[in-house]
């Protein structure tokens, strides 16, 4: 099936109606796992499809389908939807951003890989917990997809670039009696040659949880606390950036006043970006599925807050620009505010001056899950106390605690190590729909007065 052609030889300008779109996806996709070193998985698959939307008298009408051949008849059936009401029409129409033919074509696509190779592959990684006696149970998996979205609107945008990305998780449950404890190891790749000879990495993880299952539990209090960058992008992510969706914003007075622009929510060196250009990562869309190019978006810049996220319709809501996140899971969804890449810039403090400024404090290195909004938690999973400016003894916590705007205030550091965080497996979840692939990430930071328990 020739999508190009369709969509060229598709006259949106001849549909009775304010605007239209059409996004079209080629999706494959492959997946492996095993549970306790026993093959449970093994599949290939694709999918194309489509995602239609009109507006007209101010409301927005949707459809997915499968059928390609008849995207114009479909738009035209659309276009013909009774209206129950009248919505509110829009100032202005979006703006012609022209054509965008290929913006990036993946010459590695994973999924052209055998299937057998990755079973192979994953196989031999599963196969190193077995030489752990306190691991009792495992599981392993293996996932990529290769996406190519093509997109064209009646105001002359049209766009067609790819996606692609495979990764492995492996999960392990230690235990010694009434002593437990849950560790992970994750690799990922945009092409399936970047998961090989990883083994070091994994074998790492393993060497050290046993330190972590004897480890005595942290006493309750506050401390200062050196995140790590994966949590320093959970911390962002789930605590920041969800909150600078503006869709999270309308209709609510509270909330718009909280995060009105020019305010000052952060210590003078905290700066915090959104942008989908970061090609080979899991947050790169370099055009949003409404036709608006990415950008680099500061929504801290120097302490102050300085921008938030938009699709077309919350940014005429908001009288602002859009930002390139209007953004869907599948052909399936229509397009909602989504994060991409969300991060904090880096800083110029080395990470050994920084742990001497954190003495006496926590390092948290890796997380079993996070919750945002004005106050958030992380729930550690692997964390250090610092003594002497280094890592010391290995501790357990339950989880660390804060309100966003007064951990924002309590940065005291900021290192030059950033890193951006990506995950084949994992991603964002909103109005029902997850996982949306996304990065996160940042320099190790210092924060003090953290709650910890």
């Not at 995602?51 to 051949?69: D, H, N, P």
């Not at 994973?110 to 079973?119: G, H």
Request: charged share 25%.
């Amino acid at each position: 099936m020739d999508i190009q052609k369709i969509l060229a030889d598709l006259d949106l300008k001849s549909i009775p109606c304010e605007y239209c779109d059409v996004r079209v996806e080629e999706v494959f996709e492959s997946k492996v796992s095993f549970q306790n070193h026993e093959l449970v998985t093994s599949i290939e698959k694709s999918s194309v499809g489509a995602f239609l939307r009109v507006r007209k008298s101010g409301q927005w009408y949707y459809s997915a389908t499968t059928e390609l051949a008849t995207l114009k008849e479909q738009l035209l059936a659309l276009s013909r939807s009774l209206s129950f009401g009248e919505g509110r029409n829009w100032s202005k129409l979006p703006e012609n951003y022209g054509h965008f033919e290929n913006i990036s074509y993946s010459k590695n696509n994973p999924t052209l890989t055998f299937l057998n190779e990755k079973v192979e592959l994953l196989k031999q990684y599963d196969s190193l917990s077995t030489k752990y006696p306190l691991v009792k149970t495992s599981r392993s998996t293996y996932v990529d997809i290769y996406k190519v979205k093509s997109y064209k609107n009646s105001v002359g945008t049209s766009y067609r670039y790819d996606f692609t990305q495979c990764g492995t998780h492996f999960s392990f449950d230690l235990a010694d009696g009434d002593k437990m404890f849950s560790d992970m190891a994750a690799i990922y790749g945009e092409t399936f040659a970047d998961l090989h000879n990883k083994q070091e990495e994994i074998l790492t993880i393993l060497n050290n949880s046993d330190k972590f299952l004897y480890a005595p539990l942290v006493t309750a209090g506050k401390y200062k606390l050196v995140l790590s960058p994966l949590i320093t992008g959970v911390f962002v992510h789930e605590s920041f950036g969800h909150m600078s969706e503006a869709d999270n914003l309308l209709g609510d007075p509270v909330a718009k006043d909280t995060w009105q622009l020019g305010k000052k929510v952060a210590a003078d060196f905290v700066s915090i970006v959104d942008s989908g250009v970061h090609q080979g990562g899991s947050g790169y869309c370099p055009i949003d599925d409404e036709g608006h190019k990415s950008q680099k978006t500061y929504l801290i810049k120097d302490g102050i807050l300085s921008g938030r996220l938009h699709s077309y319709d919350t940014a005429l809501a908001m009288d602002e620009a859009p930002t390139g996140n209007g953004r869907a899971l599948s052909f399936e969804y229509d397009p909602i505010v989504r994060m991409t890449s969300t991060y904090i810039e880096n800083g110029t403090t080395s990470l050994e001056d920084l742990l001497k400024m954190a003495d006496g404090g926590i390092y948290i290195e890796n997380y079993n899950y996070g919750t945002g909004g004005d106050l958030f938690t992380i729930s550690p999973s692997r964390a250090y106390m610092i003594k002497d400016g280094k890592l010391s003894t290995p501790i357990r916590t339950s989880v660390m605690s804060g309100r966003l705007f007064e951990t924002l205030h309590n940065i005291e550091a900021i290192a030059n190590d950033f890193t951006l965080k990506h995950s084949a497996l994992g991603g964002c979840g909103k109005m029902g729909q997850a996982p949306l692939p996304v990065s996160d990430g940042g320099p190790t930071i210092l924060v003090k007065d953290m709650q910890v328990s």
